[in-house]
């Protein structure tokens, strides 16, 4: 945690007693996590648990105060320039510009992100091949499918060669192909820079499938962390992941004024990709 340590405690993120209110609606309530360096991380939980506050702390979007953040040993709040600089950030609103080609909207996040000037263009080539949108690239975002969308948006988060990969549900709304077309590019991109990476997402499979460890969220609060196969095992022998799911946050459905506005933000993402 003091940057001083052996590469085997290293951290990407490491979060205490994380807390954000919105008013008096408490959102994150005392959030404890370590993420390791070059691991695949999945935060889960249901409509409003808290995913999408918890990254807007960690990429310095909200101030992380009461609590604690620190991105590769540095606190967020006073290292808020080098923090986002390690950080590509794929929010879960769009973030694709439609009028744009797609070569100019990973130019945009580029210059937006202090990629060298003489890097640039090579870098924005190399990461629209990297999610398969070479041959797209002199086409406006507004003729690209959902899934096209998605990977566009994951080519404007890598262009900057971060360091750790934040991804708010970077498969929401994909058909089955085109979501393992973007864990494809992720996994692809992930060997190669061995970069750490945060991902929300409510489909249990890919969380099953690609994370290494998951931290359930619930009410703000983490309600279970481990490796997939841990919190299956743990609830029972033979369990599956959307189980473990429901016997954390069986309770959601006495929120109905919450249930409702989160249900219309989810909603309308999935819709805009579509
Ligand atoms: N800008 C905001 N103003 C007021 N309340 C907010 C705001 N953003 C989030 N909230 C509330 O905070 C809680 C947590 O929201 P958050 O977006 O972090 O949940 P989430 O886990 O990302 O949900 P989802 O799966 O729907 O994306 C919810 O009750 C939500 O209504
Ligand atoms: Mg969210």
Known sequence: MNGESGPADRHAIVCRGLRHAFGDKVAVDGVDLDVAEGEIFGLLGPNGAGKTTTIRLITTLLPARPGMVEVFGLDVARH????????????????????????????????????????????VEEVLAAVGLADAAERRAQTYSGGMIRRLELAQALVSAP???????????????????????????????GMTVLVTTHYMDEADQHCGRIALMHRGRVQALGTPSELKSGLEPGATLEEVFRAYTGDRLDEPGDGFRDARRTRRTAGRLG
């Open 80 to 123: 808020r320039m080098a923090v986002r600089r390690a950080i590509g950030y794929l929010p879960q609103q769009l973030s694709a510009d439609a009028a744009l080609t797609g070569r100019e909207n990973v130019g945009l996040f580029a210059r937006l992100f202090d990629v060298p000037r003489r890097q640039r263009g090579e870098r």
């Open 163 to 193: 360091r750790l990969l934040i991804l708010d549900e970077p498969t929401i709304g994909l058909d089955p192909v085109a979501r393992d077309g973007v864990w494809e590019r992720i996994q692809e991109v992930r060997r190669a820079t």
